[in-house]
């Protein structure tokens, strides 16, 4: 009999019930208690969606990040938060953001570093680490929801040591892969806890066997897991996200009594892990994909898995191939969606039905799911044939493609000097990347007007009105370049993707992205076009508000690709080039209209790189490429920037300086510019503005901390290349928490002037 179970859930809740729980207790208008409240409710909720599986995980669910929990559960804990006062609750949730409900000063701790969680929009809390670090169980948090679950057989899910390590980042000039003998004894203990809870099998996450992985590790993996095999519970070590590689033969060989591969990702390589996979050992098939919203061709996937449940037989258990974090919660909450493509989709609780269809049909044949499977059938089919998905135009349109459209008409050097006399900036000019506050006004007036409660008119003079705002403040503050704050924009992809053709939108399809940062990325369906114009009606107005420089704010094309839920019958390569040839339109728009700075905002450039650096070259190439083509339509004395947040880059910075943008904005701030090291052995030859004011916390940075920042920065780029700016958009944050950081950041930028004329 073939077993079915799932990774990992959806944390939000249904409604984004955790979300508002969260910021509701942070600015302590909620207890504690009432926020553990949601927790426990949104749990409950889990289990009852997953009380068919043969397993379900606890554990998976986290008030914050599974990282950070992880951290806690160790006994990790930095040790500028450790002796603060306040519950274990605050002390998380200081590493996590920077402060807790209880603290009313405005600089209460360094948050954690946050970096994404291996490819996709997910961000964890880097663990630090150093050669003093100690760990101590503390499980509390794992054994509550594991007594609290109720009518499931638990799963309980853990991230496993070596990949915790290798997740870790050292503080110091020590090797964190030597704190594994320290690290084992807690987990043996954490396991024997479980163990007495009544755990049959835990579930031990170690994605890091789908990178590439040098000696060290791999006899890291080999050590750490004959150290656990003394302990009771069965362990299923879980890997997802990409092919083992040259992995494959340690991970079927480890200690342990099952393996889970990612089949979607790494087809390819299943017919060899079934090969050789030790007889004794349960295979996970990972067969539904838990990236992407499309519907599983289940015809196709029992294709692939009856010939292994022949071979298997009980051994066979199938899943997700990753956990179900990364897609919204149910469609079925859709009820005024696109007809045609609602039928190609399924989100979490979707795809737990096709893994019961998938259960049930090889454990009692496909004829006790014919109507399920003839259902399915039906709808891939249609998609593949649907006329909505192909555009001839399109297609010719990339087929025209040269290399002289990823060209600038001159060298860097030229460029800036044309830029200089146009803008005439100050030494360390200051901007900001792109969005101020989404004031409850804005989200309020954006609701009415997509309920049609607010005319077309009365939306655009509000939004115009919160524009204006934006300006005088900037103006106010004394900020070199302006941006026009982004008031109509829901979303730095969603907003473009609304005015593309190729895409359809959801109204629940929320995804966390990090904390009580929800995203709702856009579907794209088929080939992408521009119909008219995006911003060119914003930014006019804007700009006829001020004489100062205004940035033109868009979103690159690898950002629209990698933030969206994309299709995946053509390679991601053709579709980028699509999104690249669309936005490109609108930065010729734009400087025909006038604007001479076009930032053209590149976030997750990074995040696309496939795990295997082997791999890397052939993303980057097409990745600039297609950023290439988006930006370099342009004259000269037009000044291209484009932002970068969250992204460690110094091993691809030859790629970062071949996009040739002549400004860069980056996130340094939570990092302590330790990004920048990278420019003490490459000279970057472009602008760079390093990021000074971390906009993930309520901490108000002060001129003192941004002049430290920059004067760091001035240690590795010369002072004539530097701007001054945040490390990402202001979206998220308040105004009482924007205008004093910002207005101690152009203060820092006029002392560096004045250190600099002296």
Known sequence: MAVTHNLGFP???????????????WKGQQSAEALLGVAKEICAQNWALQASLNFAPVGDFSLYDQVLDMSFTLGHVP?????????ELDQYFRVARGRSAIDTDCHCVHAGEMTKWFDTNYHYIVPEVSASTEFSLNAERLLTQLNEAKGINAKPVIIGPVTYLWLCKEKDQSNRLDLLEKLLPVYSQLLEQL??????????????????????????????????????????????????????????????????????????????????????????????????????????????????AHRLKERLWIAPSCSLLHVPVDLDSETD??????????????????????????????????????????????RKQSTRVHNPAVKAALAGITPELGKRQSHYPIRASKQAKTLNLPAFPTTTIG???????????????????????????????????????????????????????????????????????????????????????????????????????????????????????????????NWSFVRDDQPRKNTCLQLALAIRQEVQDLETAGVNIIQIDEAALREGLPLRQSEWQAYLDWAVECFRITANGVRDETQIHTHMCYSEFNDIIEAIAHMDADVITIETSRSDMELLDVFEQFEYPNEIGPGVYDIHSPNIPSEAQILTLMRKAAERIPAERLWVNPDCGLKTRQWEEVLPALENMVAAAQKLRQQLAS
């Open 11 to 25: 944390r939000i809740g249904a409604k984004r019930e955790l979300k508002f729980a969260q910021e509701s207790f």
């Open 337 to 382: 969606f696109d007809p045609e493509v609602f039928q190609w989709l399924a989100f979490a609780k979707q795809k737990l039905a096709e893994l019961a269809v998938l259960g049930q049909a090889l454990n009692n044949g496909r004829d006790s799911v014919r109507e399920a499977l003839a259902s399915n059938q039906q709808a891939i089919t249609s």
């Open 195 to 308: 163990a007495e809870a009544g755990a049959e099998w835990v579930q031990v996450d170690e994605p890091a066997l789908v990178t590439e992985l040098d000696s060290a590790w791999k006899t890291a993996f080999d050590h750490a897991y004959h150290t656990l095999k003394a302990n009771r519970p069965k362990l299923l070590v879980t890997t997802y996200f990409g092919t083992l590689g040259d992995n494959l033969q340690l991970a079927c060989n480890l200690p342990v009594a099952g393996l889970h591969v990612d089949a979607v990702r790494g087809a390819s390589e299943l017919t060899q892990v079934v090969d050789w996979l030790p007889s004794h050992k349960v295979l996970s098939v990972g067969i539904i994909n838990g990236r992407n919203i499309w519907k599983t061709d289940l015809a196709q996937a029992l294709d692939t898995l009856e010939p292994i």
């Open 435 to 561: 969005s101020f506050p989404q004031t409850p006004e804005i989200r309020q007036a954006r609701l009415a007007y997509k309920k049609q409660t607010l005319s077309t008119a009365d939306y655009e003079a509000k939004m115009k009105a919160e524009i204006e705002r934006s300006i005088r403040q900037q103006e106010a503050l004394g900020i070199d370049v302006l941006v026009h704050g982004e008031a109509e924009r829901n979303d730095m992809v969603e907003y473009f993707g609304e005015q593309l053709e190729g895409y359809v939108f959801s109204k629940f399809g929320w995804v966390q992205s990090y904390g009580s940062r929800c995203v709702k990325p856009p579907i794209l369906f088929g080939d992408i076009s521009r119909p008219h114009a995006m911003t060119l009606d914003w930014i006019n107005y804007a700009q006829s508000l001020t004489s100062k420089p205004m940035k033109g704010m868009l979103t690159g094309p690898v950002t629209i690709l």
């Open 79 to 87: 040790e500028r938060v450790a002796n603060l006062d306040g519950a």
